[in-house]
């Protein structure tokens, strides 16, 4: 055995021993004469495995310099940009390639470039020399130096279209057909250089799961053109990480537009008889009943809504919270929805109740309502055990479905006899003594209640959960219930 294949033996690097040799030839040619072959070697070796990566999930912003395989998914077009100072435009064209563990930008500069169009073909296999950074979409490599490594498998599918169970961090230039289950309003927000930005959301879904799509600036307007039911592709995205979440982002360089393609969504939902508290789960099933929605005011002057709905599947039923523009999605009794990411609590009488705020999605999956939007809460239970049959989710209803929904009339009559005192009394004065009856639309302190005509904040030590109706009994002080029972 030779120097040089004795250092390639105990090099624990992805490199063929061909490729070794000329390394350690042009590092004793480098040498001009002052390093033999096995010197050369252990140079070559030690220089391999400071920078070789076990994967593109190991390369990370600051590395001086790393070296990996990848597969070519994409290839991008050159784009010119001038350089402070210099006759010449800068070109660059960004990659995409990777491996079984993930994929990374690879941005291809100048000469590169050039040599990249030309050169380069979607599923060919490079060995990449190159220093990475925090790009624009995640972590980018700019390209130093890259060799076509046809011995090499890597086990990557190249694909026109993604879906939304193959997209992974980092991936650049995806193309992904779904159905859009949900839509979102458009926010505006200021930039550090004074700009205005502007950005909205879609939920998308495909026959492997859903996924948040984030709209900026140019794109974000389509949310509100966009109606949930309709098939969409979304062109050259970028996925990112939101809090430990896979999100699909679309720029100004990106597109979303309707496609003719069936697309077929079947959400995978948690039985509701299994539901635990403080689960962040999707559930799916027929609407019992739907309560009128109910404002409120906020401690910071701002104005929030809340809608209660009874949803049933085959093993149970559970009263859904819908906040903020939730409250607004037309869902009425009958109708079949798919509820992705709400959040169980601990509801009234010990109930579980789920939660849908802004990170949750309601997708009205069969609509058998006549636009039940916020008709009285009575026409809603008075039709809901008509319609409790209707689905495969509901499977009947029974003794204990039956109870449920009283109960919820029960607590609909309270609410109203609560709504009339309140509205006689008008104002309460400092020192009297009142008992409110309302829906918590604010746990914490104070707690505030809403009867459906007027709110009462309460100081309480008693935990009590959004949504639960719940009676407060006590004195009035600085507009304030300062409760001795809550029950």
């Known amino acids: 055995m030779s120097d040089i294949e004795g250092v390639y033996e105990d090099l624990e690097a992805d490199v063929s021993l061909e490729k070794f040799r000329e390394a350690v030839e042009a590092k004793v040619e480098q040498m001009g004469g002052l390093a033999d072959e096995e010197t050369a070697a252990m140079l070559v070796a030690h220089e391999i495995g400071e920078s070789e990566v076990g994967g593109i999930a190991d390369i990370e912003p600051g590395m001086e310099d790393v070296k990996f395989v990848a597969k070519v998914t994409s290839i991008g077009e050159v784009r010119t940009f001038e350089r402070d100072g210099e006759d010449e435009d800068g070109r660059v064209v960004n ?5 079984e563990t993930g994929s990374v930008r690879a941005a291809f500069w100048d000469e590169h470039a050039e040599a990249a169009i030309e050169e380069l073909e979607e599923g060919q296999v490079l060995r990449v020399k190159g220093r990475p950074k925090e790009g624009f979409s995640g972590v980018e490599v700019s390209v130093d130096d890259v060799q076509p490594d046809p011995d090499t498998e890597v086990d990557v599918q190249v694909a026109d279209t993604h879906t939304v169970e193959a997209l992974s961090l980092g991936l650049s230039n995806v193309n992904l057909v779904g159905l859009v289950l949900d839509t979102d309003s458009v926010r505006t927000f200021d930039r550090d250089d004074g700009s205005e930005g502007k950005v909205s959301n879609l939920v998308l879904g495909d026959s492997t799961g859903r996924i948040r799509v984030t709209l900026w600036d140019e794109q974000a307007d389509l949310a509100t053109e966009i109606d949930p039911g309709t098939t969409v592709e979304v062109i050259d995205g970028y996925v990112k990480d939101r809090d430990g979440t896979l999100e699909l982002h679309v720029g100004n360089r990106g597109a979303v537009e309707e496609v003719d393609e069936e697309v077929e969504y079947v959400p995978e939902s948690t039985p509701i008889e299994d539901l635990e508290i403080d689960q962040m789960v ?3 099933g027929v609407v019992r009943s739907a309560d009128p929605k109910r404002t409120f005011d906020r401690d910071d002057g701002s104005e929030g809504q809340v809608r209660n709905i009874r949803v049933q599947d085959a093993t149970g039923d559970i009263r859904v919270a819908m906040w903020g523009e939730k409250a607004d999605i037309d869902i009425g009794p009958g109708d079949e929805v798919a509820l992705g990411d709400v959040e169980i609590q601990d509801g009234w009488q010990d109930d579980l109740e789920a939660s849908a705020g802004w990170q949750s999605t309601i997708t009205v999956l069969e609509s058998d309502s006549a636009g039940a939007g916020d008709d009285g809460a009575d026409e809603s239970s008075g039709s809901s055990e008509e319609n409790a049959g209707l689905s495969a989710f509901a499977g009947g209803t029974d003794g204990d479905g039956d109870d449920a929904a009283n109960g919820d009339e ?22 009297e003594e009142l008992e409110f009856t309302g829906v918590v639309v604010q746990a914490g302190d104070p707690v505030v209640l809403d009867d459906g005509e007027t709110t009462m904040s309460v100081s309480t030590d008693v935990d009590v959960g959004l949504g639960e109706e719940v009676t407060a009994r006590g004195v009035v002080r600085d507009g304030r219930l300062e409760a001795n029972d809550v029950f």
């Open 95 to 99: 990659v995409e390639v990777a491996d």
């Open 282 to 284: 999707d559930i799916a």
């Open 410 to 431: 029960t607590a609909d009559a309270g609410a109203d006899e609560s709504s009339d005192t309140a509205a006689d009394s008008d104002d309460p004065t400092d020192g």
